[in-house]
């Protein structure tokens, strides 16, 4: 049983997230950044760094590999299909700047979601959100809700 509230803290030099109570990793998965690189810039696709929240989950109880577009559910992904496209998919922890520098993340987008490009998970692979592998995202976000702090550094 947690005493505290969890926290998420993301790694971008260990391509890994881990699920924090107090000082202690309570779980890690292997996760992706932005290709482009680290930054806040409007339009640049890099991963901000800092401290945020969540601030909206969407995806309670939608299947495995659901499609999200403008996070609502469209359709279910087909690991069959091969598709160019960064899919948003399962899960989506929408993530809100608590910091000057990362004050635009929520206006950007900027989410920890399941992805369709699971074969890159563990490498610089994203548009600027953390991509997590479906099953992941299902573990992670069953652990945690709105309000939980993370820390991207």
């Not at 890099?46 to 909206?56: D, H, I, M, N, S």
């Not at 099953?135 to 809700?145: E, F």
Request: glycine fraction near 10%.
């Amino acid at each position: 049983m947690q005493q505290s509230q969890p926290k998420i803290q993301v790694s971008v030099t260990d391509q890994e997230l881990r699920l924090m109570d107090g000082d202690q990793v309570v779980h890690s998965w292997p996760i992706s950044t932005s290709k482009f690189g680290l930054g806040s810039e409007e339009g640049s696709f890099k991963t901000p760094l800092g401290k945020f929240r969540v601030a909206e989950e969407f995806g309670d109880d939608a299947p495995e590999g659901t499609i999200f577009k403008g996070r609502k559910p469209v359709g279910t992904w087909n690991p069959a299909e091969s598709v160019d496209e960064d899919m948003v998919l399962t899960r989506i922890l929408w993530l809100e700047g608590l910091e000057e520098q990362n004050a635009n993340t929520k206006e950007r987008y900027i989410y920890i979601h399941g992805t369709n490009d699971e074969e890159k998970i563990g490498e610089p692979a994203s548009i600027g959100c953390v991509r997590m592998k479906n099953a992941d995202v299902i573990a992670l976000y069953d652990q945690v809700g709105v309000g939980t702090e993370v820390e991207i550094v």
